[in-house]
């Protein structure tokens, strides 16, 4: 098991930056795939990026270009780097883990932060 803490949301206006950290329990975090989802009100748990214990990284269509996804494997954290945030980016953000597959969809993730805001304003 892990449990995880996100940390670093916040208000910033539209074309700002925001790095949101991920800091895990547990002593086998790089066995872990990893991702940030996030989750607007009305609206559908979306899949942001993730990075897989191989060390592959996956984006969101909609992040590509703008948003980073790194793990430092001996602080046991994962970071999302948010750049050139729009107000369409205004969501909770969670942190996620399982030891499975690699998965875009949040019903495969077992494990999850408690989340943390994001608001950015136009």
């Known amino acids: 098991q892990v449990q995880l803490v996100e940390s670093g949301g916040g208000l910033v206006q539209a074309g700002g930056s925001l790095r949101l950290s991920c800091a895990a329990s547990g002593s086998a975090f790089s066995s872990y795939n990893l991702a940030w989802f996030r989750q607007a009100p009305g609206k559908e748990r979306e899949f942001v990026a993730g990075s897989d214990r191989s060390g592959n990284i996956y984006y969101a269509e909609s992040v590509k270009g703008r948003f980073t996804i790194s793990r430092d494997n001996a602080e046991k954290t994962v970071y999302l780097q948010m750049n050139s945030l729009k107000p369409d980016d205004t969501a909770d953000y969670y942190c996620?883990?399982?030891?499975?597959?690699?998965?875009?969809?949040?019903?495969?993730?077992?494990?999850w932060g408690r989340g943390t805001q994001v608001t950015v304003s136009p």
């Open positions: 996620a883990a399982n030891r499975g597959v690699v998965a875009r969809s949040p019903n495969q993730f077992i494990y």
